[in-house]
């Protein structure tokens, strides 16, 4: 069976820093790959999506970016944060052909 | 502009009983998929029903079924037998291609 991993689970961060979360996939195969954000009391809101490995479609442009390097392998990156990043980031994965999305547990960012 | 709407922020149901969340879409496709997603506090998203919209019948599981009305890009929810369990976020969404579009959500509260 399919499964989707993300981590970390909780991240707090200062303004200014770095950010990496990575979400793997496991169980399938050339996956389609997504990162949404979900500001507190929203919905979700896309950010990236990934048909392939390098293959990366922004939706918002903002001070974040994505990389797929590996084809089960999808990275939400910054360079340096905003206070604005602070939020829930959820990652998911669809088949090729199907239309459900399967989504990570999620990551908590805090940026103080 | 593609966009989800959930006119209901917070909805209420007894134990027991049956609720209706509602969801209206706005789109030029012709094809194109729609999904009710649940999150619970732990913030985990679950899917709980989908729809094709080349389907005139509406999709049913178990206690959850929907009233699509593609002429209204209509798209609501009921839960019958509500259970303390279905309490959570509930979330629209409307998929036309790879992305996918969330409404703002609704909030079910279930009152023992």
């Known amino acids: 069976s399919q499964t989707i991993h993300q981590w970390p689970a909780t991240l707090v961060q200062p303004v200014g820093s770095p950010l990496s979360l990575e979400c793997t996939v496991e169980g399938t195969s050339n996956p389609n790959l997504y990162w949404y954000r979900q500001a507190a009391g929203r919905g979700l809101q896309l950010l990236f999506y990934s048909v392939g490995i390098g293959q990366i479609s922004s939706e918002v442009p903002q001070n974040l970016s994505a990389s797929r390097p590996q084809d089960r392998q999808f990275i939400l990156s910054s360079k340096k944060l905003l206070l604005s990043d602070s939020g829930f980031y959820l990652c998911?994965?669809?088949?090729?052909?199907?239309?459900?999305?399967?989504f990570g547990a999620g990551t908590r960012l805090s940026v103080l | 502009a593609q966009t989800v709407t959930q006119s209901q922020p917070e909805m209420s149901v007894q134990e027991a009983e049956t609720v209706t969340l509602s969801c209206t879409y706005d789109?030029?496709?012709?094809?194109?998929?729609l999904f009710w997603y649940k999150q619970p506090p732990s913030r985990q998203m679950i899917l709980v029903i989908r729809q094709e919209a080349y389907k005139q019948q509406n999709a049913t599981e178990n206690r959850f079924s929907v009233n699509f009305q593609k002429a209204a890009k209509s798209f609501s929810l009921k839960i019958s037998d509500s259970q303390l369990g279905d309490a959570a976020m509930y979330f629209c969404a409307y998929r036309p291609g790879r992305d996918m579009r969330f409404g703002a959500g609704t909030r079910l509260t279930v009152k023992p």
């Open positions: 789109t030029s496709e012709s094809d194109y998929y």
């Open positions: 998911a994965w669809s088949g090729r052909r199907a239309h459900i999305q399967y």
